[in-house]
């Protein structure tokens, strides 16, 4: 087959099973709206939870940052890209979060490549939650060590696998807020299980850092765990982008030497970090925001109950409608978006297959009248 036929086939592929995917550029719309072609659309797709990706604050640390250090950081920071701003952030994250160390990535996916691919040698384990993001299980199946998946959430599962004879070390990843579905992993019964193994357990904690537990510490510190690696992203409730990872200092000090990602790779602009700091600070003092968004999952999920679609289990941001059929996500999609809502329909491979839904984000800045016409326009076609 040439190449030109191999790429066709799979568009086809793609196209006959309704799971081909296309983007439609925005020109913005602040977090509460999506503006398309002179269209407004209430935004209920983003991952934006407390809306600081378009707060005065934020944006006057990042402007103040290019004023100061330019826009780019002008290579890895091995080299010449770790400034002041970077250093600061690293600092503040760590004693935030209860860590000695905390390591800034660009991105979450870049993170989790990098720590898998650092740690994991032949002879280890990973045991990963079933549900886990693309960017672990893709990191996990490219490592070198066995990749057995565990029963989502089902910590039982998790512990008959770590009985299991390892001439290496194991490594247990989950969660904490599930993306696709919104529910929360038991971390501490996971926790439990590793440490009584001597396993470590890493929790990637996208969805739940700055919305979840005391201050935003997120869902390690709401159930008061502390995993040997914590993967924090900045492109959700912090609203920028890029991630640490939080450690103890070995092995800060081991990925320092030995994750790719951050040798050569330039490091994120100190600008960036500038608004991460501020960030940082919106979420620490967010307890207002935290409230806002508390109260509208309550709205949203008191207001669904009549409809023929199901929720998930989840108290958090990420409140899917499950669909099942693709195609009929794609059509309830089109008829939100007919009706001024912007929800996108996520399919397989995203999620299992069978498992199409409305993946509905509720957001900080959603005015309660916004989850009326949400609620509204849901009862309106899925009836
Ligand atoms: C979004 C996400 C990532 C990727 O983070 P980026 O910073 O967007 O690359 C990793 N893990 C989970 C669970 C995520 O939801």
């Not at 072609?37 to 402007?63: C, K, M, P, R, T």
């Not at 001597?198 to 537990?213: K, P, S, T």
């Not at 609203?239 to 490091?267: K, M, N």
Request: hydrophobic share 40%; proline share 4%; with cysteine.
């Amino acid at each position: 087959m040439s190449w030109q036929q191999r790429i066709q086939q799979a568009l086809e592929e793609r196209q006959r099973s309704a799971t081909y995917r296309q983007r439609q550029a925005n020109m913005g719309g602040g977090g509460r709206y999506l503006q398309l072609n002179d269209q407004h659309y209430l935004n209920f797709s983003g991952n934006d939870y407390l809306g600081l990706g378009q707060h005065d604050d934020v944006i006057a640390a990042w402007q103040q940052g290019a004023m100061r250090y330019g826009v780019g950081s002008g290579g890895s920071g091995h080299v010449t890209g770790f400034c002041h701003a970077h250093d600061e952030l690293e600092q503040k994250l760590a004693e935030w979060l209860g860590y000695p160390r905390a390591l800034l990535f660009i991105s979450g996916y870049a993170a989790n490549q990098a720590v898998l691919a650092a740690l994991m040698q032949a002879d280890d384990r990973i045991l990963a939650d079933k549900l886990s993001h693309a960017s672990l299980l893709e990191a996990a199946t490219h490592s070198p060590a066995q990749l057995r998946r565990f029963r989502h959430n089902q910590p039982q599962a998790l512990a008959t696998l770590l009985e299991k004879t390892c001439i290496g070390q194991q490594l247990a990843i989950t969660e904490g807020v599930f993306s696709m579905d919104g529910d929360s992993a038991p971390l501490a019964e996971l926790h439990r299980l590793t440490q009584q193994a001597g396993a470590w357990l890493m929790v990637d904690d996208a969805h739940g850092i700055g919305v979840r537990g005391e201050q935003g510490r997120g869902s390690c510190w709401q159930q008061g765990v502390h995993p040997e690696v914590l993967v924090v992203t900045f492109g959700k409730a912090f609203g920028v982008s890029g991630a640490a990872v939080l450690c103890d200092e070995p092995l800060a000090e081991y990925l320092l030497q030995f994750a790719r990602h951050l040798i050569y790779s330039t490091s994120m602009p100190p600008a960036q970090a500038c608004a991460l700091q501020a960030a940082l600070r919106c979420i620490q003092q967010g307890d207002a925001l935290r409230e806002r968004l508390q109260n509208n999952i309550q709205h949203f999920r008191a207001g669904v109950a009549g409809l023929p679609l199901a929720l998930t289990v989840s108290d958090t941001a990420i409140q899917p409608l499950l669909v099942g059929d693709n195609q009929r996500a794609l059509d309830l999609a089109q008829r939100l978006r007919e009706r001024g809502l912007w929800i996108s329909a996520i399919r397989p491979p995203t999620v299992p297959p069978g498992g199409a839904r409305l993946r509905i984000t509720l957001t900080a800045v959603h005015q309660s009248e916004d989850i009326d016409r949400l609620l509204e326009v849901l009862h309106g076609i899925c009836h």
